[in-house]
């Protein structure tokens, strides 16, 4: 089955501990992205990737960390996390057609720091 | 600054209306825009569009883009309760890969 899958699904961690949600796709999608949605604000990207070591920054960058070591994973880092980071995190890859890139979602991973 | 808005904010209708749910956008080098359905988890692809005046459908909905006047519209006919969600637009910019989402538009449907 086609999809894109995040771990874990839910976190409440501390201030300051570092963690990794991890994000893998099984399409051989090119592109990847990171979003956090919070109450009133939308989705907003947080980082993206057009393919291999190829990362750029979203609207709200500050805090995290990614990579793209290979074309199916994309793991969000947060080296430090603090409590305004407490959101709803969606990963999300997508293929190029003729009109452009459709993004499909995964499950999304709700993160509580305390 | 790149912005899309949507409206209305939220609304509620009765099974069988029909609902026009709309999205603005300011972005400076466009390439497409999306539509999708939120329901308690992850949004859900509805329609992507690049040019103006071409409808897409599918089913009950339909959508339409008006790249001059910088809009599209997302419409609902026969509306079930089954189309409760928050209705997603966004924008993705040309040559960035960046994808600007409005707040959404939360629709109730009911029985």
């Known amino acids: 089955e086609a999809q894109v899958t995040q771990n874990p699904r839910y976190l409440i961690t501390v201030t300051g501990k570092k963690l990794t949600v991890t994000c893998s796709q099984n399409?051989?999608?090119?592109?990847m992205s990171w979003y956090r949605q919070d109450p009133g604000l939308g989705l907003r990207q947080i980082y993206y990737?057009?393919?291999?070591?190829?990362?750029d920054k979203g609207d709200v960058p500050e805090g995290y960390k990614v990579s793209r070591k290979e074309k199916r994973n994309f793991p969000l880092i947060l080296e430090s996390p603090s409590p305004n980071q407490t959101s709803l995190y969606f990963c999300a890859s997508s293929f190029r057609n003729l009109r452009g890139y459709e993004q499909y979602f995964g499950p999304g991973t709700r993160l509580t720091v305390t | 600054e790149d912005k899309v808005v949507q409206s209305p904010l939220s609304l509620v209708v009765h099974e069988g209306d029909t609902v026009t749910l709309n999205c603005s956008y300011e972005?400076?080098?466009?390439?497409?825009l999306l539509w999708y359905k939120q329901e308690k988890k992850a949004p859900t692809f509805l329609f992507m569009l690049t040019s103006s005046g071409i409808e897409k459908k599918s089913g009950r909905l339909s959508s339409i883009l008006d790249k001059k006047e910088l809009f599209s519209i997302l419409n609902i006919t026969a509306t079930q309760t089954g189309d409760s969600a928050v209705y997603l637009c966004?924008?993705?910019?040309?040559?960035?890969?960046?994808?600007?989402f409005g707040t959404g538009t939360r629709l109730k449907v009911l029985a």
């Open positions: 990737s057009m393919n291999v070591e190829v990362t």
């Open positions: 972005v400076t080098n466009f390439r497409s």
């Open positions: 966004a924008v993705e910019e040309s040559g960035t890969y960046k994808y600007i």
């Open positions: 399409m051989n999608h090119e592109y």
